[in-house]
């Protein structure tokens, strides 16, 4: 097989390149505006060499501070979600990966095409079910609602690590008297662990930026930031770009952080996954 060219090299560094510079120019403008000064912000020519300040942080905590309670909430939502979709995911992608029929494959489909409905297509009935059952403005109902809508992709991320398992190992554990839990907990799960977690965290950025079912859903109790962020937007006195910059970097941080510490089992599950033995 021919070698590529340094040309064909050229283009296709040139192409990360301007695929890298396309997806971090925003959260670099967001970041370094949250840092400026309000004549800055949006100073033509761009200020690329500035002092930078804090105002914007202290003006976020003085101005808004219900930002930082529904911080609060949204990581219990976030948490509770990741953890719910992650169980039953890993569960449904075994059974997908270990069995087969005909209702199963209906099943599959179902999951597809729910999938494929916008959110607030299901949002509008739900709601007088969720007030009936007395969970609206609570964390449950979202956690509830995120898991449903994010098991589908889940399940089939966790089918993809759970066809990879040997079946082999199982079938030795059952001739050792293993039941079905003690195979799922002793073997799928540390087997399949980077599929856990690349799925975990498209649970985590997907529960963490949701806005239209927690609009719906909450009123006080369980607001989530992105709902606090659209009020930053949508103030009478105008908006404030310096404290809308600061709380869009404070609401930015954490799953940007997990993200970089998740970066090879992202790759790993975008592969579909792997067994080392």
Same mark, same amino acid.
């Given at each position: 097989? =021919?070698?590529?060219? !340094? %040309?064909?090299? %050229? ?8 695929? #890298? *510079?396309?997806? $971090?120019?925003?959260? %670099? ?8 000064? +309000? ?23 003085? %101005? ?16 509770? =979600?990741?953890?719910?979709?992650? !169980?039953?995911?890993? *569960? ?11 209702? !199963?494959?209906?099943? =599959?489909?179902?999951?597809? $095409? ?7 297509? $299901?949002?509008? +009935? @739900? ?7 007395? @969970? ?7 956690? /509830? ?5 994010? #098991? ?27 039941? /079905?839990?003690?195979? @799922? ?10 599929? &856990?977690?690349?799925?975990? /965290?498209?649970?985590? &950025? ?19 930031? +992105?709902?606090? !962020? ?8 105008? &908006?404030?770009?310096? #404290? ?34």
């Amino acid at each position: 097989m =021919a070698r590529p060219s !340094l %040309a064909s090299k %050229a283009i296709r560094l040139s192409l990360g390149a301007l695929a #890298v *510079c396309w997806s $971090v120019f925003p959260i %670099a403008m967001v970041i370094s505006a949250s840092f400026k000064p +309000p004549r800055d912000i949006f100073a033509i020519p761009p200020t690329l060499i500035f002092t930078p300040t804090l105002d914007n942080y202290r003006e976020l905590w003085r %101005a808004w501070p219900a930002f930082f309670d529904n911080m609060l909430n949204s990581l219990i939502v976030t948490i509770g =979600a990741t953890g719910m979709t992650v !169980l039953f995911a890993t *569960c449904a992608g075994y059974v997908y990966s270990r069995y087969s029929s005909r209702l !199963l494959t209906l099943s =599959a489909f179902f999951m597809v $095409v729910v999938r494929m409905l916008p959110p607030i297509v $299901v949002t509008l +009935p @739900l709601f007088p079910v969720f007030s009936w059952l007395r @969970l609206s403005d609570t964390h449950l109902v979202l956690i /509830l609602l995120y898991s449903a809508f994010f #098991v589908s992709l889940s399940t089939w991320i966790m089918r993809a690590f759970i066809d990879q398992v040997p079946r082999e190992l199982e079938e030795a554990a059952v001739v050792d008297g293993a039941t /079905l839990l003690q195979i @799922l907990r002793r073997i799928v799960f540390p087997l399949v662990m980077n599929g &856990v977690i690349a799925a975990s /965290l498209f649970i985590i &950025v997907y529960a963490w930026n949701e806005f239209i079912f927690a609009l719906v859903f909450t009123t006080r109790h369980a607001r989530t930031t +992105p709902l606090v !962020l659209s009020e930053i937007l949508s103030t009478v006195e105008g &908006v404030d770009w310096g #404290v809308l910059f600061a709380a869009a970097t404070v609401q930015l941080a954490p799953v940007l952080a997990f993200v970089l510490a998740a970066q090879r089992y992202v790759i790993a599950g975008l592969a579909a996954g792997a067994v080392k033995g």
